[in-house]
T-cell receptor
Framework: NAGVTQTPKFQVLKTGQSMTLQCAQD?????MYWYRQDPGMGLRLIYY???????DKGEVPNGYNVSRLNKREFSLRLESAAPSQTSVYFC????????????FGDGTRLSIL | AQTVTQSQPEMSVQEAETVTLSCTYD???????LFWYKQPPSRQMILVIR??????QNATENRFSVNFQKAAKSFSLKISDSQLGDAAMYFC???????????????FGQGTILTVHP
């Protein structure tokens, strides 16, 4: 009963370090998304992938890169972490004719010192 | 671009009472979806209720119902007979219709923290 799996669940980085957040879904969904959640701002879309082999910028893409490795996996990379990227990161996936608009992972709490 | 606004950062309600959470949105599209999500302290994102814009009838799911006013671009959530387990952050969200019954990208409001007092 996995759904969307994110790793790690928690991470502390120093400014300037790099980090890749992993996301995998087992529902054969075409679309995958990365959001960040900050206090008072709700969830904001960083990048998304409408299908395997394509990626597009969302609302707040600066400082991030993504890779849609295959249909199951969609990773988010911080090349040089900054304190402003301290946030909770959510991965989500969506399929055609799904009963839900998006299925969310449990989130990754990332702190950058 | 679509925007979603929740003007109530925090709300509180007594157990067994009714509370209404407000949401307004802005869009130039005529066909779209609206949602309410619940996020408890566990951080899970739980879909509470959805509304299709072309349907005039307000959606209802057990104790949860919405008041959808398309012309006013308003989409409020009413929780009846509030329970302690309803305490959470609630997000209003908007999605375009991507094609058929498929959903597009989600745009979220800022969230409302709901406290339920025993």
């Amino acid at each position: 009963n996995a759904g969307v799996t994110q790793t790690p669940k928690f991470q502390v980085l120093k400014t300037g370090q790099s980090m890749t957040l992993q996301c995998a879904q087992d529902m054969n969904h075409n679309s995958m998304y990365w959001y960040r959640q900050d206090p008072g701002m709700g969830l904001r879309l960083i990048y998304y992938s409408a299908s395997e082999g394509t990626t597009d910028k969302g609302e707040v893409p600066n400082g991030y890169n993504v890779s849609r490795l295959n249909k199951r996996e969609f990773s988010l990379r911080l090349e040089s972490a900054a304190p402003s990227q301290t946030s909770v990161y959510f991965c989500a996936s969506a399929g055609l004719f799904s009963n839900q608009p998006q299925h969310f992972g449990d989130g990754t709490r990332l702190s950058i010192l | 671009a679509q925007t979603v606004t929740q003007s109530q950062p925090e709300m509180s309600v007594q157990e067994a009472e009714t509370v209404t959470l407000s949401c307004t949105y802005d869009t130039s599209e005529s066909d779209y979806y609206l949602f309410w999500y619940k996020q408890p302290p566990s951080r899970q994102m739980i879909l509470v209720i959805r509304q299709e814009a072309y349907k005039q009838q307000n959606a209802t799911e057990n104790r949860f119902s919405v008041n959808f006013q398309k012309a006013a671009k308003s989409f409020s959530l009413k929780i009846s007979d509030s329970q302690l387990g309803d305490a959470a952050m609630y997000f209003c969200a908007y999605s375009t219709r991507a094609g058929g019954t498929s959903y597009g990208k989600l745009t979220f409001g800022q969230g409302t923290i709901l406290t339920v007092h025993p």
